[in-house]
């Protein structure tokens, strides 16, 4: 047995799991993820008296005092981070069992939470609310910015449902599908002074660039790509988002390289044309990821078939 175990098994025998009731879990809950006895009453809706009470008994039984007062509020001590992630995620799974295999999504009423940034964001969403609206119109969809390595985590404790990326974290514990598969195209103002019918590499090279850089900071695969030719470019402009950057590209004489399909629709919109690049940009495959726990809950299932029909459609591969 885990050490873990083994430390539930010692709490067992010395009477504080005995006393530990799914309420106290719950306020647990709470408490560490709101850092604050009013808004974890709030959340529990309880009294802010009530929830002091759970917090006084908890400390009792647990031994530590799991929360103290900082100049921000109220943080977890090392015990009370530790058990942050396996209450929640037991909590979760105990409402998953109690709820039954049974999912009809035509009568279900649920939030699912994922994490996605601007491009896929925009790219994936029409067509999921589309499917939720003919087949579950009860399920909601909550979409927070993409957290890169921290998505894994956020997985983990139960705070989002999945995650849809380039590049995900590897753990043991997550499990993931391709999406699809996405080329690159180049930008450029119509009228571009120095852009004819095609782009070569000198001009390339040449021009000042704009970079879609979502972490901030580092080199891209174009700039791996130059390397290896023994050349380099100037960035001139570094953006996180990826949907800022067309409209840029429209008023300036910055040039772009970026997703085909994200491209492909301002070029309808605004001033822009779309060049192939003169050098070899590799694709890249975009994945849906999520936790081993809800591998088999029929209503994850459901909401991953439902994205990656969603992700058909905007590729145009079905719907």
């Not at 050490?3 to 879990?25: S, T, Y």
């Not at 009530?50 to 929360?67: F, I, K, T, V």
Request: proline share 8%; net charge neutral; with cysteine.
């Amino acid at each position: 047995m885990m050490g873990g175990g083994r430390a539930m098994l010692r709490g067992m025998a010395d009477g504080r799991m005995g006393a530990m009731n799914l309420n106290l879990l719950a306020a647990l809950d709470a408490l560490l993820a709101e850092g604050s006895v009013t808004r974890a009453a709030q959340r529990m809706g309880v009294t802010q008296s009530a929830m002091s009470h759970s917090l006084r008994q908890l400390r009792e039984l647990l031994g530590d005092p799991l929360l103290v007062r900082g100049p921000l509020g109220m943080t977890p001590t090392p015990r009370g981070e530790a058990l942050r992630e396996p209450v929640r995620r037991g909590l979760l799974e105990l409402s998953r069992a109690l709820a039954g295999r049974a999912f009809e999504p035509e009568k279900a009423t649920r939030t699912f939470t994922i994490s996605a940034g601007d491009f896929f964001t925009v790219l994936l969403l029409p067509p999921l609310l589309s499917i939720l609206q003919r087949e579950a119109p009860g399920i909601d969809v909550s979409v927070r910015p993409a957290a890169g390595a921290r998505d894994a985590d956020l997985m983990e404790a139960g705070e989002i449902d999945a995650a849809v990326a380039v590049v995900l974290p590897e753990r043991a514990t997550l499990r993931r599908t391709r999406l699809f598969t996405e080329g690159f195209a180049c930008v450029v103002r119509e009228g571009h002074p120095e852009v004819g019918e095609a782009l070569s590499l000198e001009a390339y090279v040449r021009l000042p660039h704009a970079l879609i850089s979502p972490g901030g900071s580092g080199p891209s695969f174009v700039d791996e790509a130059l390397a290896r030719l023994g050349k380099s470019r100037r960035i001139a402009l570094r953006v996180p988002y990826f949907l800022a950057a067309p409209p840029i590209i429209a008023r300036s004489d910055l040039l772009l390289t970026a997703p085909r399909r994200m491209v492909e629709p301002f070029a309808g919109s605004l001033p822009l044309r779309l060049l192939e690049p003169p050098l070899e940009t590799p694709s890249f495959s975009v994945h849906l990821a999520w936790h081993e726990r809800d591998d088999a809950d029929p209503a994850h299932q459901w909401l991953r078939r439902a994205i990656g029909r969603a992700a058909d459609a905007a590729t145009g591969r079905a719907e």
